[in-house]
């Protein structure tokens, strides 16, 4: 633009210069030939009368009497731009020249037609300063719109301002219901905590157990030990068997225990599971969030440099207008001074006023032509772009006028030449006039035009600058709570990785504990394996020794009733090789038999206390196991708040079946099947005799006989042994009492309430 601007402004400024040299050149022409040109100018006019040189006022006449015809316009040329029109202007018809100009002579008819224009500058003055209000009305009513344009956003932004705290109001809601659910998360994980402690702890509680299981069998096997060579009675077979299904009851109670913390530990592991399936889901929100935000972004920077690109060219727009603002006061200023000198000319033409009368009507043609032109030059100037370098050209232009104006004075005083001059000035100024204001007006049409395309792409850039900022608006408040969507996904991701991690920790904890127990159990069983045969073998030693026993008691009874049914036969005894007499040897048979009772009496008695201290032992170690079972139990029911499966078959300790109907668990069969041939059959007691009868009747009835038995005994040891002589002498012999100490009776759990054990 600013080439074309210069091109068009050189090629105005050739054209100009061309004209004045034409101008000059005819001018010359004038001064040397005054009396050709009158009569070529008599020539050329319409009505054909004859002029005399020296009537002034007839030249006048006749020249304000000549039809002032426009020429035909010549749609050849092309439409000259504004400043070319501006700049040509000037050198023919400013008013500005003849007022800068002096005045000279004002007495001839000469000067009257040069200042005549003169009143026909006030005119233009005038019009120039009612051009310049209707500017500045205009610039104030846009001030006006701009304002209300101004307001509307304004509003439009309080709209969009309660858009986005109601938006704000239900990102709150959104986040304190995420909140509520991430609290709820941290309830759960955290009775998951509390259950992992509280399986730790009943885990460390079984394995306190087991050492005192442990601790409580080592005892025994050295009490076992101790008592291998006293047990003679067949109530040891029995508190044997008790004491193994005891131990097979306390086996099992150790493998439901261990399946119960496996459950556990597979509980904890789906949690685990869980707790990784919702991290990966978080994870990929998380992701999914991330991509939309990048999205978001990337619209965002392109919408940013939308926003830029409008934003250059909203300043550009508003430079340009701060620029017509800015050259309003010098408009002002300059108008202030036309005022002023359109005062002086006033002053000036009032003394002139009556002597130009009469030249008045001769242009009124040309001076109405003339504010036309004037008045279309006004309206040019109101395009503010190019007024500062056309203000520049017409001062100059008044400079080059003022010494065209005093040449013009000089060659006055010739007043044909100036008549002719005038005349010929006045057709070139019809014509250019013509030429001028067709010119104008397509410019003037070529200035509303881009005026209105250009107020139509400020219309649209605004529109688009709305859109623009309102997505930007948009873009970011997306951006925002995506943002704090992303923290808060983050922070849910960081507790739900750290609650994962514990879990970990747990679960390998408990696996490691749980491993350990299994070992411990594993020892224990063992252990419990080498105690059953250890216990079968002294059962079977101590039964061996038991039948021995009876039958050195049944051949000694024999012995006693041979010798009490046959006095004088010898008794064969420990000194059978020693002669002795009757009496002594009836003496001495009868203190070793005595003795012989009485220590077969102490032992049993002693066995018997032993074997009662066991019980009483083994009483309170299942009272404690019982405990353990109800405390564990509970426990487990607070766990998993259902009780399990595994212990439907179980019966409680002190009130179940016999050894020989106890199905137990794998690995207590395992350990039970691994016993030796002997101990298995030592176990279960006469299976093809008693295969039919009920249990609590084979215990019963066991438990007759060997009540009957120890009375039968009791009734031998309590017949009186005859002497020799044929004397009876009695025998004091310490019988206990059957049942002995109270303290020590309690009843059988098998026998229905009929049957007392000691």
């Not at 009835?701 to 309590?718: F, G, P």
């Amino acid at each position: 633009m600013d080439e074309e601007r210069a091109a068009k402004a050189a090629r105005a400024k050739a054209l100009l210069k061309q004209r004045q040299k034409k101008k000059k050149a005819d001018a010359a022409e004038t001064s040397t030939e005054p009396a050709s040109s009158r009569t070529s100018m008599d020539v050329q006019r319409e009505d054909g009368s004859s002029v005399h040189p020296s009537s002034t006022a007839h030249s006048v006449k006749t020249a304000s009497s000549t039809p002032v015809t426009s020429p035909p316009s010549t749609p050849s040329l092309p439409p000259a731009t504004p400043s070319q029109q501006y700049r040509e202007t000037p050198s023919k018809l400013s008013p500005a020249a003849v007022i800068s100009s002096p005045p000279e002579a004002a007495t001839s008819a000469e000067t009257n037609g040069v200042l005549s224009p003169e009143l026909g500058s006030v005119d233009e003055l005038k019009a120039k300063v009612q051009t310049q209000q209707q500017t500045i009305a205009l610039l104030v009513g846009e001030k006006t719109s701009l304002t209300a344009s101004l307001e509307a956003e304004a509003a439009e932004a309080r709209t969009r301002a309660e858009e986005l705290e109601g938006r704000v109001q239900q990102l709150e809601r959104e986040v304190k219901a995420e909140q509520a659910r991430v609290s709820q998360e941290q309830a759960l994980g955290k009775k998951e905590k509390e259950r992992g402690t509280d399986l730790e702890r009943e885990i460390e509680r079984n394995k306190r157990a087991a050492a005192d299981l442990q601790a409580q069998v080592s005892q025994k096997n050295e009490r076992i030990r101790s008592l291998e060579q006293q047990l003679q009675a067949d109530d040891r077979i029995e508190t044997l068997e008790k004491s193994l299904q005891s131990a097979q009851n306390r086996v099992e109670t150790l493998e439901t225990q261990l399946v119960k913390s496996k459950q556990a530990h597979t509980r904890a592991k789906t949690d685990r599971d869980d707790f990784e399936k919702q991290l990966d889901s978080l994870q990929k929100s998380e992701q999914a969030a991330q991509r939309a935000l990048e999205a978001i972004k990337a619209d965002h920077s392109k919408a940013t440099e939308q926003l830029a690109n409008v934003a250059t060219e909203r300043d550009t727009h508003l430079s340009v207008k701060q620029d017509l603002e800015a050259r309003v006061p010098q408009l002002e200023q300059q108008l202030k001074e036309l005022q002023e000198s359109l005062d002086k000319a006033l002053v000036t033409s009032s003394s002139t006023e009556k002597r130009l009368h009469a030249s008045e009507t001769e242009l009124n043609a040309v001076l109405k032509r003339a504010n036309d032109l004037q008045a279309e030059n006004e309206q040019i100037l109101a395009s503010l772009e190019e007024l500062r370098p056309k203000v520049v050209q017409l001062n100059n232009e008044k400079i080059e006028l003022g010494d065209r104006l005093d040449e013009l004075a000089k060659q006055l005083r010739e007043r044909d030449g100036v008549i002719a001059q005038l005349e010929n000035s006045l057709e070139e100024a019809r014509a250019s006039s013509e030429a001028e204001g067709i010119k104008l007006r397509q410019a003037l049409e070529d200035a509303h035009k881009r005026h209105s395309s250009k107020e139509k792409e400020l219309a649209d850039l605004a529109k688009t600058h709305d859109e623009l900022q309102r997505e930007l608006e948009s873009a970011l408040t997306s951006a925002k709570e995506l943002e704090a969507d992303r923290t808060a996904l983050r922070k849910n991701m960081i507790s739900a990785q750290e609650e994962v991690e514990r879990f970990k920790t747990a679960t390998e904890a408990r696996v490691s504990e749980h491993a350990a127990v299994q070992k411990e159990l594993n020892e224990y069983k063992h252990r419990l394996e080498e105690l059953e045969a250890e216990s079968n073998q002294s059962i079977q030693e101590l039964e061996e020794a038991l039948r021995a026993a009876q039958t050195e008691a049944e051949t000694l009874r024999a012995d006693v009733n041979k010798l009490r049914t046959v006095p004088g036969t010898p008794v064969s005894g420990a000194d059978n090789d020693v002669p002795q007499t009757p009496a002594n040897k009836s003496s001495l048979e009868d203190e070793m038999l005595q003795s012989m009772e009485q220590q077969h009496l102490l032992d049993l008695s002693s066995a018997r206390s032993q074997i009662r201290s066991l019980e009483a032992q083994l009483h309170e170690e299942h009272a404690r196991m019982h405990t353990l079972t109800k405390r564990v139990q509970e426990l487990e029911l607070a766990n998993t708040r259902s009780p399990p499966s595994a212990n439907s078959h179980l019966t409680p300790l002190g009130s179940g079946s016999s050894p020989s109907f106890v199905r137990p668990s794998l690995p207590s069969s395992a350990s039970y099947s691994s016993l030796p041939p002997p101990a298995r059959s030592q176990t279960f007691l006469r299976p093809s005799l008693e295969a039919d009868v009920p249990e609590y009747q084979r215990h019963k009835r066991r438990i007759s006989l060997s009540m009957l038995k120890a009375r039968m005994d009791s009734e031998v040891v309590a017949i009186p042994v005859p002497s020799g002589e044929g004397e009876d002498q009695p025998v004091e012999v310490h019988v206990r009492s059957q049942f002995g100490d109270e303290s020590h009776i309690f009843w059988c759990a098998h026998c229905r309430g009929d049957v007392l054990i000691l």
